[in-house]
């Protein structure tokens, strides 16, 4: 059972993204010192976006924003979305090896894929927030 729910996810990951991304990837402008000292989540996607993958980008920024207010007010977390159909994405996607929707917490060297989580749980909030919590102690442990 568990094999065929895996599967079943995997196959859902695989129809979102060819119907999400009909054009050539590019990339975002964040600055490699960003990516190292600070804590981000960035949500990598296309201009073309079903409503699932908006759904993603906004709780998964809610989240964010609620789990860690202070930080973020403070400037050491941030969320990006990055739209990978413009240009000004390129460096920033080269640097944290992405070219499809991707859903990623980045802290130094560390980056934490959890785009599988964000698509699973993208309509039940509480669950992505879990996530989010779970990839942010991991990338901070290093």
């Not at 964040?30 to 980008?57: A, D, P, W």
């Not at 894929?113 to 990839?135: Q, R, S, V």
């Amino acid at each position: 059972m568990k094999q065929l729910l895996m599967a079943t996810i995997a196959l859902m990951m695989g129809l979102v993204h060819l119907s999400c991304s009909g054009q050539p990837q590019q990339k975002p402008n964040t600055s490699s010192s960003e990516v190292k000292s600070q804590v981000g989540l960035y949500y990598f996607h296309f201009e073309r976006r079903c409503s699932t993958c908006i759904s993603v980008e906004e709780k998964s920024k809610k989240a964010f924003e609620e789990l860690f207010p202070e930080q973020v007010k403070a400037g050491e977390y941030f969320f990006k979305g990055v739209n990978l159909d413009e240009k000004s994405s390129a460096e920033i996607a080269d640097e944290l090896g992405v070219g499809m929707q991707t859903l990623m917490v980045v802290h130094g060297d560390t980056k934490i894929d959890i785009t599988g989580e964000g698509f699973m749980y993208a309509h039940d909030y509480d669950k992505l927030k879990e996530e989010i919590k779970k990839a942010v102690e991991k990338a901070l442990k290093g």
